[in-house]
């Protein structure tokens, strides 16, 4: 009953509706056209006047052409030259009007008034809802014939922002040089010159502005592209968006919160209110929102308020009349009936009311919130009719008032409204086919959705484009709605065809009126949505090639509707499900095929004609019809389809192949296929046919070798399948080889080669497997023979290509025949002796190669060459004994260099070079390990290598002196393998002790040789034999222990070795070789070196740091003395050893001489002729200027250093102390004596001091001790950094330099860094967050009161120090569940936010102290931005601790409130310090707010703390709206 | 400045620190060398850091369940079993830690076992429940309430998510999915042995001494077992004899203390006298003495 109750009443509503419309409407449509009659009247008056005008204009110019004398008197303005448009070139919008050129009057613009020029424009847009600022309504333009002159002054602007008048041409326009130039309806009432018209925006437009307007297209074409905007305009945009955030978007949020919290209020049960109470005020509220509407509406400055807060009552109130009857809590009405006819008054009455503002927002606000209230509290079907009252009347108003972007909301409201309620009957899976009760009443109701809004949308009347997109997108979300709210609660799932047909069907038809029909965009839409939705229906009630065949008729179907009908829309969606059908048969016929020929080869004849008739249908359709028809294809994406469609075909194509032959036939098949593509595409010339037959050409490959080869088969046997098929199919390569080349062009030579290497392939792979193993390499190289005479002959030289490939194999094969020796002749493996041939097929390649390209003929022959020795080192490798091989791999480097000399060919030469070269390896590898005898006393190695040896002089000797390739460099590497040879040879034969001494004669030798011979390179070898002496030395002669005489044997022969070394030192090299001086040095280095490691041996360890000190110092003195480098490099040596050794070994006696300490003794020894040589080191000007010599005195404050931490050991925090203080002590003489490195010294010391600290100072205190070691040793370290912080100041020139490198700086962090670790351990960890804060506060307080930048980026970085602290420590970090005392939970954190923002009073009065930098560097500019505007940083810091803390520590559902109220409180702070970011902070809260809002709280909230949100957040929106409205003005001064 | 300025500031900053220099060598009581400053500061930083991403990413009561009961049984599966004499002592200590379990935030399946290893001076939790203490710490317990906050002191870490976030942490370290339990195997057990982060030692110091106070023990038990550990502490300080073996003393405790950075049990007396005072729980000095069955003397049982 209830359901044709509800059926009942719909009918009412229609037949109520309906002649009440009719009537409306007839009267409107009488109105309007009376309207239109008189506009188009007043138009042809105005045009006329304007032909006036215009002639009168043409007649001053050519009066102006006719005085060029008056002229030139005028002002350079004036000569601005009028456009002379065209009937073919309509004006520009953005180019002067008429009234700019007002200059022609002679009025120049200079003499106009101020207020003239810049016209008093107001700086935000009006306070009104976009809507309402579109021009008034025109009267539709009749198109009007093509004026001889058209003036830009008729341009009409193209959209409501084109109407806007340009700033620089509003000054003209009270002093218009045409009169009647000037009406037009759209343009903004001018501004009176003087005085300036106060803004005025809302009242100029006429209530009847904000109803739809339609207006000609634009003319696109001429549009010049926007330029790009600048900063200033896009801070205007900002400012704009904070306006529009302010004055408007906050307000209708915070009235949709109030409404939408005052319906939970009523919804929910509160205890003391009983429904009644309720009901009361919710009636109230919205009374009083309606007439508090009313009422601020008609004052200028609360127009928007009113506005929404009618929208706001209308929602609330039509929500009451719902909930009287439906929402249990409000429930005091017992009839439907009496409730539906309630509802649909105060429909009425809204519609009515809402529509006197033709305003869409106060419309729209009040049916969408109506929507959501009311969606709150559904229970039955039925309490959806208010759904569909509210459907009916907004489809109402939409028609009426043409606000389709209305109805795309109300669509969406409809069928949400209707999926939610379904939500809460069937859950979140939906019906799942389970029936329900209200299923029909809820199908019924769709239906009427659906219908309702489709005859909407076809019965329309359509002016802009933008209207059709609107409309377009309505159309697509009503099906879509519709289909996935039927799927939601479907439950008979096996009808979904029958609704999708019928659904189709019904848009197919709909699309098919004649009214659809004149708007093209209707009917494409309808069009394809009820074919596809037909289509779609298809696989839901049949299967398997059913589908394919279906929708390849369709496609048919549609196609010819297509050319015989014309229509393009019908044509390119047959082609499209032609593409469907080929998506079918791949993805799923294709499939089933795949599936059948993995279980066998048998024959597949249904799937077989599938596809052969889909790849006859296809390339009918793309060869056929697309050639037939070609001017419904050309120049359209159709044409692309078609060209699918001929891939689809050949996919087809081979699928049927596939299908209908199997084993080695299915190769030729393929090939077949192929050959036939080929010589249609040879035919069309077409290149999709000629890629897809080289697809069948790889797919006959691959097929050929995966079964044709037949792999399976015993090796050395026939098969005659492969005998017979290998063949053709090689043969039709070579077919199609020559059938593939169109033109002698790159494109088509790679085809033709591709094939013909696919032939020339099989006819390789025939031989491999048909041809005994060692005959291969003969064939092979006889089929590459061949091929390239072959190729010489037909002139077709990609054979030489093939011939190369095929050289390879024959090599290869060569290589690997036989690999066991199984065959020998005469001791030669046979397979060494078959090689011989492809040795000379080599060769003969190399020389009779039929190639065109001279470097590829060099490459080749090259290759071919060095093949060729490579083959024969391997043949000489197998043939001959194994230490005569590299005799014989000599002599064939012998043959191959004297051979050069007769054939001039250099390769041979290089060739020669490589294989000498794996000669010596080979004697240096083998040879060299040889222990055989050769004769008597003579071994095998002396004799072999020594033929090696012997090769390689002659070669050095003969060959180099007759052939320029042999060039000293190759020649010298001769002699280097000679001498390494017998640097071998004297390893092996010379006594065991003494050798060293007989290297280092041997060199001396060799040295004095080639200085005499003047042979240079011998000097080198020198070298070489003193470093082995050397190192022979160091590894053996200091352990030797046997003694000669009085003298021990190793004193004796480093002796000899040393002085050698010193004689030969300024002789090793030739006189003037660059390297010569270098060479000295070496040899006295070596000499000193081997004396110092004797002191080494012989003195005691306590002071050979003493003797190494003073031995420098000798060093350094005869140096000073003989001014000899190498010495005093020699003495910085010995320096540097001894105070490593001062370091490891002295720091660490103990022993005493005479009472007094050892260490203390020798380390001052050694001090004291550091600080002597940092005076007497001879180094060059440069190198002091430098400061160089200084090493001595820093190893001296190191010792120092050491010392002190050696006597403070005992008590750990004292060594901080003691190295500050001496760096305090340091720093003081280095200023006094002006030595800067003695500064620098000091720094350190004051770094070690402040690292030292976190190892032992830091920690030295007792817990809870507060005056402890910590306190007072740390404090004393702190005061040192500042003081001499302090005695660096800016402009003292002494300190220049310590300021270069940022000393200055460093002080000043290391003592606020040395603070702040201080407290991070003085403090309870909680707190160290606000000592943090106020040390932050102090170093603000310290820039401001001295003036030093330093301390305000520290204080920044302490901020940030405390935000990330607070961040990560007190709220991040807390515990879960303590901290429930009120310092806990707000005390530290808000003493932190109170001190960071009390300190906003210094960093305002900082604000531009510190201009920002033009740095190209990001970073240095972001900082010195940061510093220029600090009080950004500490209030944005604050907030974010704050808004967090509230987050972390409120209850859940006091957060957005706490939200809220910190939002209001920030934008109070913004107006009373006048900052915009504070504000816009502000703002940005608040919506953050709603945001959380929307996003959680509507979810999770308890009932009680979900109203409070949204009604105290609604109110803080609408109070900050208010006073943004209020102080308009005040603001605007900020900006 | 002037010269003289400089001059008196300088001799009045050089006094100071002679004096700050003077009465550091004259303490008596040496401070030894080490790392703990930077390491404290880097495992604030650490546990800080990590801290804000376990609140984002919190396992469920029933997720950290499963997971303890995984490690427990890892942990079953390495020690020997009971005799009859540990196992009275672990019914003892079980009855002692359930009644504390009842006063805890979170509802959890609390089990206590005790390890019979004489040489193992500690005690440690898992997540989910399980809570474990050593042989060698009962031997030094000398009073019931001693136990109970020791006890407490376990529950409290896991109450407070400290053993959770520990898994979380090292599973997002070796990006592990705590679904599958099987890939538990790669965290060491030891890691639940080695002491948590300061701040969280302090807080469950403090929340376990609320616990034993609700369940009717003295606070002076955890007074008196921190001196224990001081005492225990003061015995492996080691000196160093030059900078080198200083520098290498440091890297080693830098390595090897990182995950060792709860304070020192100087420090945690201090905090157990100081929420003493500030609970005013002077009055509740008297403890109970230890079980009568297991009174040890010299590392024997006696009945």
Known sequence: MPFTQLVLVLYLVLAFFTPVLAIFLFVREAKLRKQLKALEEENARQHSAFQRDVAELKRQLAAGAQHPASAAEKPPVAEVRLPIPTPAAPPRADRPTPVVVTPLNATPPASLPTEMREPAKPYFPPATPPVEKKPEILPEQKPQPPAPILPPATAVPTSASEAKPLAPTRPAEPKPLVPAAVPSPLRTPPVPAVPPAPPKAPSAIPPAAAARVSTPRSFSALRVPAPKPTLQQRMKGVDALEEALGTNWLLKLGIILVVIGVAFFGIYELGALGALGKVAISYITSLVLLVGGIFLEKRETYRLLGRAAIGGGWALLFFSTFGIYHVGAMHVLNSLTLDCALMLMVAVAMAVHTLRYRSQFVTGLAFLLAYTTVALSHDTVYSLSSGVILAIGLIAIVLKMGWFELEVFGILASYLNHLYWLYRILGVEGAQGRPFEAYHASLTMLFFYWLTFRISYVFRTIKTDFEEHVSTLSALLNTLLLLGIMKFQSVQPELAYLALLVVGAFEFSFAQLPVTRRRRRAFVVLTIMGAVLMLAAAPFHYSGNNVAILWLVGAEVLLAAGIIFKEVVFRRLGLLTGLLVGLHIIGIDFRQLVTLRASGEGLALALGVLFALCAFVFYLNALGIGSRWKEFFANSPDCQFLTIHTYIGAFAAGAAVWALFSRDWTALAFAAVMLVLATFGRKLESFHLQVQYTLFGALTMYRALAVNLHLESPEHTHVNTRILTLPLLAAIFHLTAKLAAFRDDPKHRIFRGLFAFAGTALFAFLIWFEVPELWRPVAFIAFAVALSEAGTALRYHALAAHAHVLTLLAVFTALTADSANLHIWHGIPVHALAALPVIAGCYWLAKRLGVENPRHLEIARSAYTWVAAGLMLWVLYEALHTPWIAVGWIAFALILGLSARWIPYRQLVWQANAVSACAFLRAYLFNLTLQQMFWHKISMRLFTVGLVTAGAYLLAKIAADTIEEFNPLIRNAYTWVGAFFIGILIWYEAPHAWMAVFFLVAGILLALVGRRWKLPHLGFQEHLFAITAVARAFDVNYDLTASCGHFSLRIITISIIAAGLYAISRMAAERGAPHALLSAYLHTTAATTLLALLMWKESSTAWLAALWALFAFALAALDRRFKLDDLRWQAHALAAITLMRSVVINLYVEETWHGVSVRLLSLSIVALVFYALSRLIRMPDHWRARDFHHVYSWSASTLVSLLLWYELQSRPPSIAVGWAVFGLVLFEYGLLRKITQFRYQAYVALIAAFTRIFFSNLTASDAGEFWGPRLYTILPIVLIFFFIYAQLPAKETDTARDRRWHFDALLAYLGTATIAALFYFQFASEWVVTSYAALAFALFVAAWAMDRPIFLDQGILLAAGTFARGMAHNLFGAGYFGEGDWTGRYFVVGSAVAILLASLIFGLRLRGRYAASSSSARWSRALSAIRSRPEQLQFFLAIILLTTMLDLKMREGMITVAWGIEGVFIILLAFAVKERSFRLSGLGLLLLCVGRVLAMDVWRLQPRDRYITFIIVGSALVLVSVLYTRHRETIRQFL | ?303
């Open chain 2, 1 to 303: 400045m002037k010269r003289s300025v400089v001059f008196v500031v300088f001799s009045l900053i050089l006094g100071v620190s002679l004096a700050g220099l003077y009465w550091s060598q004259r303490r008596p009581k040496p401070t030894p060398v080490s790392a703990n400053a930077i390491l404290n500061i880097a495992a604030d930083a650490q546990r800080d850091l990590a801290r804000a991403p376990m609140q984002f990413t919190r396992l469920s009561d029933e997720e950290e369940i499963a997971i303890g009961r995984e490690l427990a049984a890892r942990y079953a599966a390495q020690t020997r079993k009971l005799t009859p004499q540990e196992e009275g002592v672990e019914k003892y200590v079980r009855r002692v830690g359930g009644a504390l379990a009842v006063h805890a935030h979170r509802h959890l399946p609390y089990v206590f076992h005790v390890l019979p290893d004489r040489n193992m001076i500690n005690a440690f939790s898992l997540p989910g429940g399980p809570v474990y203490i050593g042989g060698g710490l009962l031997d030094l317990m000398m009073s019931e309430d001693e136990l109970a906050n020791v006890l407490a002191h376990e529950v409290e870490h896991i109450d407070h998510y400290h053993c959770v976030e520990r898994v979380q942490l090292e599973a997002g370290l070796k990006k592990l999915n705590l679904e599958v339990l099987g890939q538990l195997v790669q965290i060491p057990l030891e890691l639940w042995q080695i002491g948590y982060h300061k701040d969280e030692e302090f807080e469950a110091d403090r929340e376990g001494m609320f616990l034993a106070v609700q369940s009717g023990y003295s606070p002076y038990g955890a007074v008196s077992s921190f001196q224990h550990f001081a005492k225990l502490h003061d015995e492996y300080v080691v000196h160093a004899r030059d900078p080198a073996q200083e520098l290498s003393e440091l890297a080693i405790q830098s390595l090897t203390g990182y995950f060792r950075s709860h304070p020192l049990p100087s420090e945690r007396l201090d905090q157990a006298n100081r929420v003493i005072v500030e609970k005013h729980w002077e009055g509740r000095k008297s403890q109970k003495p230890f079980r009568v069955e297991y009174e040890v003397h010299n590392g024997e049982f006696v009945k």
